[in-house]
């Protein structure tokens, strides 16, 4: 099956239809999405500011890691949980959308920065833990972040501005 | 909503910078993105600390350090959102003094506002001196800030 057809067929989905043709509950899961939002990138900017030297910087990054990261994997996953309902409620519009793939675009580079962040830079973190400027690596990876969520809360916002006209 | 309060809105609503954000079609669009990105920065900021004073997250930093660490970009999360802000109320007044949600707004910011610098700050510096207080200011301080979230959503609806 396309994406295309996918979305058609979960256009026409009982549970997206109702939240789609409910009054309160889109705008519900929306301002929930918007909440969990300010909570989980609010906390990965503090973690990427710490990774590009400007915040924290006599704090050990592992604390800063450890202490935060599982913080915002917690409300993260409640933006994963809420902008799948969203998504499920008006997938032929998102499937339209620039911004919707541009969002996704930019979350699977978020994952990619993350993860190859990990593979590299973050394995030889004992060396650079107290360091207030942390290797370029580090540094480019929390630059990276720091654009790609901007680009995110951006795009996401533009999606909504798109169905108007 | 309060009458004396609608010369204002009229002066502003008659402004060359009203008119200017209304002429375009981008300028409230990207202010609202950069509203946006302030909140973030706001928010995030509050968070990490209001955390601490409940002793989850940096909880080897002492509240005061993590506050002095954290203000900075409180500061200029709070600088951004504020200036973003201002321009789209140049954007919409009109609709925005007929906005029951943008009343409530302003006054919970006004409130946040006071209470953040006020008995916050005092309370957070002594975090550890005052365990349920400062425990207390935390929820009290995330309740309004989250609240002028909400009510700032709120204006798209009512």
């Given at each position: 099956m396309s994406i295309l057809r996918f979305c058609q067929w979960l256009q026409n989905e009982p549970v997206g239809t109702s939240i789609r043709e409910s009054i309160w509950t889109f705008p519900l899961i929306e301002t929930i999405h918007l909440m969990a939002l300010a909570f989980s990138v609010g906390i990965i900017v503090i973690v990427d500011l710490r990774l590009i030297g400007?915040?924290?910087?006599?704090?050990q990054v592992t604390e800063v890691f450890d202490r935060l990261q599982p913080l915002a994997v917690k409300g993260f996953a409640i933006n994963v949980t809420t902008g799948l309902l969203l998504f499920w409620s008006e997938p032929m519009k998102c499937y339209a959308s620039p911004y919707f793939r541009g969002k996704l675009v930019m979350l699977f580079l978020l994952g990619v920065n993350a993860f190859l962040f990990s593979a590299t830079t973050y394995k030889t973190?004992?060396?650079?833990?107290?360091?207030a400027i942390a290797p370029m690596g580090a540094r480019v990876a929390g630059w990276v972040s720091l654009f790609l969520w901007a680009g995110v809360i951006v795009a996401g916002r533009a999606i909504a501005y798109a169905s108007k006209s | 909503m309060f009458p004396f309060l609608l010369p204002l809105f009229h002066w502003v609503d008659t402004s060359w910078l009203s008119r200017e954000i209304r002429a375009s079609t981008w300028q409230f669009a990207i202010f609202e993105m950069i509203h946006l990105l302030g909140l973030t920065m706001v928010l995030g900021s509050l968070m990490v600390l209001d955390l601490r004073l409940f002793g989850?997250?940096?909880?080897?930093?002492r509240p005061a350090e993590l506050a002095r660490d954290l203000s900075a970009w409180m500061l200029s999360g709070l600088a951004i959102i504020s200036i973003s802000g201002v321009l789209l109320f140049f954007g919409e007044p009109m609709k925005l003094y007929g906005s029951p949600s943008f009343h409530v707004k302003m006054g919970l910011l006004a409130a946040a506002i006071v209470f953040q610098f006020t008995i916050f700050r005092a309370v957070a510096s002594r975090g550890e001196a005052l365990p349920v207080l400062s425990k207390l200011a935390g929820v009290v301080s995330l309740i309004l800030w989250f609240a002028v979230g909400l009510a700032g959503r709120g204006i798209g609806f009512l």
């Amino acid at each position: 099956m396309s994406i295309l057809r996918f979305c058609q067929w979960l256009q026409n989905e009982p549970v997206g239809t109702s939240i789609r043709e409910s009054i309160w509950t889109f705008p519900l899961i929306e301002t929930i999405h918007l909440m969990a939002l300010a909570f989980s990138v609010g906390i990965i900017v503090i973690v990427d500011l710490r990774l590009i030297g400007v915040a924290m910087k006599d704090v050990q990054v592992t604390e800063v890691f450890d202490r935060l990261q599982p913080l915002a994997v917690k409300g993260f996953a409640i933006n994963v949980t809420t902008g799948l309902l969203l998504f499920w409620s008006e997938p032929m519009k998102c499937y339209a959308s620039p911004y919707f793939r541009g969002k996704l675009v930019m979350l699977f580079l978020l994952g990619v920065n993350a993860f190859l962040f990990s593979a590299t830079t973050y394995k030889t973190v004992a060396s650079w833990d107290k360091a207030a400027i942390a290797p370029m690596g580090a540094r480019v990876a929390g630059w990276v972040s720091l654009f790609l969520w901007a680009g995110v809360i951006v795009a996401g916002r533009a999606i909504a501005y798109a169905s108007k006209s | 909503m309060f009458p004396f309060l609608l010369p204002l809105f009229h002066w502003v609503d008659t402004s060359w910078l009203s008119r200017e954000i209304r002429a375009s079609t981008w300028q409230f669009a990207i202010f609202e993105m950069i509203h946006l990105l302030g909140l973030t920065m706001v928010l995030g900021s509050l968070m990490v600390l209001d955390l601490r004073l409940f002793g989850v997250g940096m909880r080897r930093l002492r509240p005061a350090e993590l506050a002095r660490d954290l203000s900075a970009w409180m500061l200029s999360g709070l600088a951004i959102i504020s200036i973003s802000g201002v321009l789209l109320f140049f954007g919409e007044p009109m609709k925005l003094y007929g906005s029951p949600s943008f009343h409530v707004k302003m006054g919970l910011l006004a409130a946040a506002i006071v209470f953040q610098f006020t008995i916050f700050r005092a309370v957070a510096s002594r975090g550890e001196a005052l365990p349920v207080l400062s425990k207390l200011a935390g929820v009290v301080s995330l309740i309004l800030w989250f609240a002028v979230g909400l009510a700032g959503r709120g204006i798209g609806f009512l």
